[in-house]
C-alpha cells in the first residue's frame, strides 16, 4: 500500500490531474467539461513527459562524448537516483522516514500557504519526493529518534515548499507576464541568486528574446532551426573530442553524419513536444486550479515544473544550454586543479537548470544576464555539489546504499549546509 501511495503521489500526470479534477468538480463544472479538463491535464503532462524522454535521450550520448574526452572520473549527481537508492537499502528505516516526510511536510506546506501571505501551492511531485528525501536522510544521518527526523523534516520540507515559489514570483511575473502560476522546482536558490546578480550586468529591455539579426540569418528566429543547428554544432565538437573510435562504439557503427544529425533533430522534436505539452497544461490547470484556490487556499497560485516558463524564453533557454555546458567544464578543470571531488559532467542540468537560470537572468538582465544567468547555473552549482559531497554534509550516503551519488538540486543542499553546521555546533554532524 505504501508503494502504491508512493507512486501515485510521485507520477506528476496523476497528482495534476486530480487537482484538475477535484478543481473543475468544487467549480460544479458539467461533466464533458470536467471530463475534458482533468484528461487534458494529465495528457498535458504526458506530452511533456515524452518531449522530456525525447531530450535525454538526445543529452546522455553528448555527455558520455565529453565525459570520454575529458577522461573524467568523479561521481554522478543525480536526486532521484539518490532518494530511490536510500529507500531501497531501507537502513535505519529511512524510507519510511521519507514516505512520513512527504505525507506530513505537505500537510504543512498547505497550512502555511492557507494561513500566511505565500499562497502557492507546490504542485511538482518528483520535487517534493526528492526534497522529502534529503531532509529525511540529512536529519536522519544526525542519529536522531524516528519521530524526530520525520518532525524536523517535515517542518523543512513544508516551510521550503511554501517560501521557495514566493521568492521566485517576482522573476515569474516578469517571465511570463502575469501572475497566474508560479515556479515549482528545487533550481530556485540559484535561478533566483543568478536573476540579482543579472541586475547587475544587463537591462531588461534588452532582452534575448528580441535579438535582431541581419536580413540574410532571419530564419534563426524559428526556433525549430535555430535549436537544430545549435546543437548540430555541440554534438559536432562532442564527437571531435571523443574521437571516431568512441563514437563508432557509442552509435553502434553508424555513420557518424547520420548519427549527429538524429541527435540533434531528436533534440529539437523533443524541446517541440516539451513546448506543446506546457502549453496544454497551463491551459487546462490554470482555471481548474481556480475551485481549489477559492476553497482551501484563496487566491493560490499552482507552483509547477521548471518547463513551464520555457515557451516564454526559447533563446535564453538555449543560451542557459550553452553556458551551462562551458561554465561546467571551468568548474571541472578548476575542481580537478583543487582537489575536490569532481560531479560528472551534466548535459540534462546544462538544459533544463541551466537553461532556467539563463530565462531568470534575461528576465532583469536581458541577453546579458541570460548569458550570467546560465554560466553562474552550472559554475556555481558545481562548486556547491563537490562541496557538500567531500564534507558529506547528509552523512554516508554510500553507507545508506547511494554509491557514488549525490543530490544536485541547490534548494536542497544550501539549507542541508545551513542545517548540518547547526549540527556541527550542536556535536550531531
Known amino acids: 500500500m505504501v508503494k502504491l501511495i508512493l507512486e501515485l503521489i510521485t507520477t506528476p500526470a496523476i497528482i495534476l490531474g486530480l487537482m484538475a479534477l477535484v478543481g473543475l468538480l468544487v467549480q460544479r463544472k458539467s461533466a464533458g467539461e470536467v471530463i475534458s479538463g482533468t484528461l487534458k491535464t494529465i495528457l498535458g503532462v504526458l506530452i511533456m513527459s515524452v518531449g522530456i524522454g525525447a531530450l535525454i535521450n538526445a543529452l546522455i550520448p553528448i555527455q558520455e562524448m565529453f565525459t570520454r574526452a575529458f577522461q573524467i572520473e568523479g561521481f554522478v549527481t543525480f536526486d532521484e537516483a539518490v532518494v530511490t537508492a536510500v529507500q531501497t537499502a531501507n537502513i535505519g528505516h529511512i524510507g519510511g522516514a521519507i514516505a512520513l516526510t512527504m505525507l506530513f511536510g505537505y500537510i504543512i506546506h498547505i497550512l502555511l500557504a492557507r494561513f500566511t501571505p505565500w499562497k502557492y501551492i507546490y504542485l511538482t511531485g518528483h520535487m517534493f519526493w526528492i526534497h522529502a528525501g534529503a531532509f529525511a536522510i540529512l536529519y536522519h544521518s544526525f542519529g536522531l529518534p524516528f519521530w524526530l527526523v520525520v518532525a524536523l523534516a517535515s517542518i523543512t520540507d513544508g516551510l521550503y515548499m511554501t517560501l521557495a515559489p514566493a521568492l521566485a514570483q517576482p522573476f515569474m511575473r516578469k517571465i511570463t507576464g502575469s501572475d497566474e502560476i508560479a515556479f515549482g522546482h528545487g533550481q530556485t536558490l540559484l535561478n533566483v541568486t543568478g536573476g540579482w546578480l543579472a541586475r547587475l550586468v544587463g537591462k531588461p529591455e534588452d532582452s534575448a528574446e528580441e535579438l535582431k539579426l541581419p536580413e540574410g540569418l532571419t530564419f534563426f528566429r524559428d ?207
Open 223 to 429: 526556433m525549430a532551426i535555430s535549436i537544430s543547428l545549435i546543437m548540430l554544432l555541440v554534438v559536432i565538437l562532442a564527437m571531435i573530442f571523443a574521437g571516431p573510435t568512441f563514437v563508432t562504439e557509442l552509435s553502434g557503427g553508424q555513420n557518424w553524419i547520420v548519427f549527429s544529425l538524429l541527435l540533434a533533430l531528436g533534440f529539437t522534436a523533443g524541446v517541440l513536444v516539451l513546448i506543446q505539452g506546457v502549453r496544454m497544461l497551463i491551459a487546462e490547470i490554470v482555471p481548474a486550479f481556480k475551485g481549489i484556490a477559492d476553497v482551501i487556499v484563496p487566491g493560490a497560485k499552482p507552483a509547477l515544473d521548471c518547463p513551464v516558463i520555457y515557451p516564454f524564453a526559447p533563446v535564453s533557454l538555449m543560451i542557459g544550454l550553452i553556458t551551462g555546458t562551458i561554465a561546467q567544464v571551468v568548474a571541472i578543470v578548476i575542481l580537478r586543479i583543487i582537489g575536490w571531488p569532481i560531479p560528472i559532467p551534466s548535459m540534462i542540468a546544462a538544459f533544463f537548470a541551466s537553461g532556467s537560470g539563463a530565462i531568470f537572468g534575461n528576465a532583469y538582465g536581458g541577453k546579458k544576464g541570460a548569458i550570467l544567468g546560465g554560466f553562474w547555473w552550472c559554475f556555481a552549482g558545481w562548486f556547491m555539489i563537490s562541496l557538500g559531497h567531500k564534507l558529506q554534509i547528509f552523512g554516508d550516503l554510500a553507507g545508506m546504499g547511494a554509491e557514488g551519488l549525490f543530490f544536485t538540486v541547490p534548494d536542497a543542499i544550501l539549507p542541508g549546509f545551513v542545517i548540518w553546521i547547526i549540527g556541527k555546533i550542536l556535536g550531531l554532524a
